[in-house]
C-alpha cells in the first residue's frame, strides 16, 4: 500500500490542524494504523494509532485529549485532528501501516508515507 500524507502547515499556539492520510491499495481490517511525528533533532516518535476494522485507537500521553485519530472506509483515509496545538507538536508528522501490529514502535510498521510538516509558533 501507499500512502500519502497532506495538511500540515503553520499554525499559532492554541490552534487547530488536520492531517490526512491517503492510502492506495486495500486496507485490510487487521492492520493498524499510525501517526508518528520527528521533532527536529528527535528520533520519531509515536502519536496515534487506529485498528482499521474495529476503530479502536491509541494515543501517545503527550497528544491524548488534545489529538483524534479516526478513518474514513470509503475513502481509505486515515485522519488526524490535532487541537489545542503547542510549540512542542512542532514536527514532520507521518503515517505509517502495520500489517498487524498493535504497536507504538515504528519497525512494526511497514509502509510509510512522505511526511507532512507541522509548525507550532508560541
Known amino acids: 500500500v501507499q500512502l500519502q500524507a497532506s495538511g500540515g502547515g503553520l499554525v499559532q499556539a492554541g490552534g487547530a490542524l488536520s492531517l490526512s492520510c491517503a492510502a492506495s491499495?486495500?486496507?485490510?481490517?487487521?492492520?493498524?494504523m499510525g501517526w508518528f511525528r520527528q521533532p527536529p533533532g528527535k528520533e520519531r516518535e509515536f502519536v496515534a494509532l487506529?485498528?482499521?476494522?474495529?476503530?479502536?485507537?491509541l494515543y501517545a500521553n503527550s497528544v491524548k485529549g488534545r489529538f483524534t485519530i479516526s478513518r474514513d472506509k470509503a475513502e481509505n483515509t486515515v485522519y488526524l485532528q490535532m487541537n489545542s496545538l503547542k510549540p512542542g507538536d512542532t514536527a514532520v508528522y507521518y503515517c505509517?501501516?502495520?500489517?498487524?501490529?498493535?504497536?507504538?514502535?515504528?519497525?512494526?510498521?511497514?509502509?510509510w508515507g512522505q511526511g507532512t510538516q507541522v509548525t507550532v509558533s508560541s
Open positions: 505509517g501501516r502495520s500489517r498487524s501490529e498493535y504497536s507504538i514502535r515504528d519497525l512494526h510498521y511497514d509502509s
Open positions: 487506529i485498528r482499521w476494522g474495529t476503530g479502536s485507537t
Open positions: 491499495g486495500r486496507i485490510f481490517s487487521s492492520h493498524i
